[in-house]
């Protein structure tokens, strides 16, 4: 029988509500917005027994990224300064990045992977993919692996 994996990534609304509501309780006390784990589950609507089930397991994807090496991957546009650009907002973001491999461009096009330490970013995950997709030049960039 092949082993089941570890972690999996699961579109919330594919989830059962409880996580969904650890999730929000979470997020009510590392906010400052409630003072304690029963102000916390009272809000949402859960017992704190639930929350402590699930507080270690449950948590959003972009906090799962912080703290660590993320690899990116990009299509971008053969021409003078995007790769310049993404490094920029990385700079400006509090990302470090470690590796850069780029392929010879082909049909004005060239892949680049970016390998990036995330725990000093200064913004989320989903802003910092969001800012570099914005960029003109980019045809594609997401992440590959974290």
Not at 56 to 79: K, S, Y
């Amino acid at each position: 029988m092949p082993k089941v994996p570890k972690f999996f990534i699961v579109e919330a609304s594919a989830l059962p509500e409880i996580f969904i509501k650890v999730v929000q309780a979470k997020q009510a006390l590392e906010l400052g917005e409630v003072s304690t784990v029963n102000e916390a589950t009272r809000r949402v609507g859960i017992s704190r027994s639930a929350f402590y089930k699930y507080k270690d397991a449950v948590r959003p994807f972009n906090d799962m990224m912080n703290g660590h090496i993320v690899t990116f991957q990009a299509m971008l546009r053969d021409e003078p300064g995007i790769l310049s650009a993404i490094l920029n907002i990385f700079a400006a973001s509090g990302g470090n990045i470690l590796t850069i491999n780029q392929t010879i461009p082909t049909g004005s096009v060239a892949a680049v992977n970016l390998s990036a330490e995330t725990s000093g970013l200064l913004v989320s995950l989903e802003e910092l993919v969001h800012q570099v997709q914005e960029l003109s030049g980019v045809v594609k960039f997401e992440v590959l692996a974290g």
